[in-house]
């Protein structure tokens, strides 16, 4: 029977102390969330956010547009961002209208107020072992588990199913930075249950359930970063988590394992932003 990888708990520590901190600061840091349209999934995120941040200290400014905003003056706002002085950390909610390209977003985010870690400096930073301005949050609470939990990664064979920018393929490179040997496997990936079947540590970002008993060794680490709706509008994630927590050592559950430690990794962000902005 697996040891249950509790994320709430983790993630309250993590605010905890960055409370503590944030009293001890000259100003509170800042950060500012744009939300283009009216997107349900999104408004109860950027709810979260905005209440996790004000909760522990940190000032939050929600900007909403309608969905008829033109890319060119989403880039302005974001420009204008960059160069206030009082805004420490920024970030674009995802997704946004098909007319606005999300890439150019991202790439008008100044690196340095870049929360949720995804331009290309800071991606770059990452690929080349070099430490980035900020972390992509969600791998970023996935490694902090693991060694909450002090699960060895040196040496160990890491399966990552799922391959998207913002956790699929910075979390293979955290983890082949911390010395494991990492796959990743793909909606294109032949054989599947036979790679996942290798994995010391298999991690799912792929947003349907996927994960079966019969695709995980004994004993392997089992971190599930999925969360959807099921067919029965309950809230559940890409492993099939009752039979899994049979054989696996431990195993996040959904929700209460990778999703508080977003927001963590989020307001930890934003704290780091402010301080790296604050040296002269």
């Given at each position: 029977?697996?040891?249950?990888?509790?994320?709430?708990?983790?993630?309250?520590?993590?605010?905890?102390?960055?409370?503590?901190?944030?009293?001890?600061?000259?100003?509170?840091?800042?950060?500012?969330?744009?939300?283009?349209?009216?997107?349900?999934?999104?408004?109860?995120?950027?709810?979260?956010?905005?209440?996790?941040?004000?909760?522990?200290?940190?000032?939050?400014?929600?900007?909403?547009?309608?969905?008829?905003?033109?890319?060119?003056?989403?880039?302005?706002?974001?420009?204008?961002?960059?160069?206030?002085?009082?805004?420490?950390?920024?970030?674009?909610?995802?997704?946004?209208?098909?007319?606005?390209?999300?890439?150019?977003?991202?790439?008008?985010?100044?690196?340095?107020?870049?929360?949720?870690?995804?331009?290309?400096?800071?991606?770059?930073?990452?690929?080349?072992?070099?430490?980035?301005?900020?972390?992509?949050?969600?791998?970023?609470?996935?490694?902090?588990?693991?060694?909450?939990?002090?699960?060895?990664?040196s040496g160990k064979h890491a399966v990552v199913v799922g391959r998207s920018n913002i956790v699929g393929k910075p979390l293979a490179i955290m983890l082949l930075n911390n010395n494991a040997t990492v796959t990743i496997c793909h909606s294109k990936t032949q054989n599947l249950s036979?790679?996942?079947?290798?994995?010391?540590?298999?991690?799912?970002?792929?947003?349907?359930?996927?994960?079966?008993?019969?695709?995980?060794?004994?004993?392997?680490?089992?971190?599930?970063?999925?969360?959807?709706k099921d067919e029965n509008n309950k809230t559940t994630g890409d492993v099939d988590f009752e039979n899994v927590k049979d054989i696996a050592s431990y195993i996040t559950p959904v929700p209460g394992g990778v999703g508080p430690m977003t927001i963590a990794s989020l307001m930890e962000?934003?704290?780091?932003?402010?301080?790296?902005?604050?040296?002269?």
């Open positions: 029977m697996a040891t249950i990888i509790d994320g709430k708990a983790v993630s309250a520590k993590i605010l905890e102390n960055l409370s503590a901190e944030i009293k001890n600061l000259q100003e509170k840091p800042h950060l500012v969330v744009i939300q283009v349209g009216d997107n349900p999934a999104s408004n109860i995120y950027v709810g979260l956010k905005k209440k996790k941040a004000e909760a522990i200290g940190i000032k939050s400014t929600v900007i909403k547009y309608d969905e008829d905003i033109t890319e060119q003056e989403l880039i302005k706002k974001i420009e204008d961002l960059n160069s206030d002085s009082n805004v420490h950390a920024l970030l674009v909610q995802l997704p946004l209208p098909k007319h606005i390209k999300e890439t150019n977003i991202i790439k008008s985010i100044s690196p340095k107020k870049d929360v949720d870690g995804f331009t290309a400096q800071n991606t770059g930073d990452l690929l080349n072992g070099l430490i980035p301005c900020a972390y992509s949050c969600t791998p970023k609470g996935v490694l902090r588990l693991l060694k909450e939990y002090n699960i060895e990664i036979q790679i996942t079947r290798e994995a010391d540590i298999l991690i799912s970002a792929v947003g349907k359930k996927v994960i079966f008993k019969d695709m995980v060794k004994k004993d392997a680490v089992v971190i599930d970063v999925g969360i959807f962000n934003t704290v780091e932003l402010y301080k790296l902005q604050s040296i002269k």
